[in-house]
């Protein structure tokens, strides 16, 4: 400065390209988590140990019975569950092992349909390491868990008739209820043709 007067000024330049970097990189880090998250065609959850919502993507607002996420979010997972046991069971399990897989559970949408899903979840802490939450997966397995229950229902009902099959006939199964027995033993006798060996049998059972 010369009398009064400005005649230069000093300019100092500090690199902070490296900084720019690492913000872009988690940027992007963040938004393929972002699309991973929503795209996943498995149900994904994020929820306090006591089971308030606090994030899920589009499949599992799907499953849920919901139209969007937005419909989930504050909401309680514990009211899906159809019996208070299987939340207890899940949350003892994941408390003791920290995590849980391949977990069956029977749940219930919206609608009130009844529904299966296989969980898998983990306990989490946040940054301070005072707060847990539970981060984990679902898919739906209900149409497996149909067809279980068919198959085993054949095992017992005949398919044509409905009326239990020969295995009802045992000789437990007379002395739980010996009335109920003679009575199924009719039916069967009358229900379609069987063979001669198997009339006997259900002869003896009748009493002759």
Not at 66 to 82: F, K, M, N, P, R
Not at 85 to 109: G, I
Not at 129 to 153: L, M, P, Y
Request: hydrophobic share 40%; charged share 25%.
């Amino acid at each position: 400065m010369q009398e009064g007067k400005k005649i230069g000024a000093v300019v100092t330049f500090v690199n902070i390209t490296e900084r720019k970097q690492v913000e872009e990189a988690v940027r992007e880090s963040e938004r393929r988590y972002r699309l991973l998250f929503e795209r996943n065609l498995a149900g994904v959850f994020r929820t306090t140990m006591e089971g308030l919502i606090l994030e899920c993507n589009q499949a599992a607002a799907r499953m849920f019975g919901c139209a969007s996420s937005e419909e989930v979010l504050g909401t309680s997972i514990v009211d899906v569950y159809q019996t208070i046991s299987d939340r207890e069971a899940f949350l003892k399990q994941l408390k003791n092992e920290k995590y849980v897989t391949n977990y069956e559970v029977n749940y219930r949408r919206t609608n009130g349909d009844s529904a299966w899903a296989m969980l898998n979840a983990t306990v989490v802490a946040d940054d301070s390491g005072k707060n847990s939450f539970i981060e984990g997966t679902f898919v739906d397995i209900t149409e497996r868990k149909v067809a279980e229950q068919q198959i085993q229902s054949l095992a017992y009902f005949d398919a044509l008739t409905g009326l239990p099959t020969g295995l009802f006939c045992g000789t437990d199964y007379r002395r739980r209820s010996p009335m109920l027995a003679a009575t199924t033993a009719k039916l069967l006798f009358f229900s379609r043709p069987r063979p001669v060996q198997e009339h006997q049998r259900l002869a003896r059972a009748l009493g002759g």
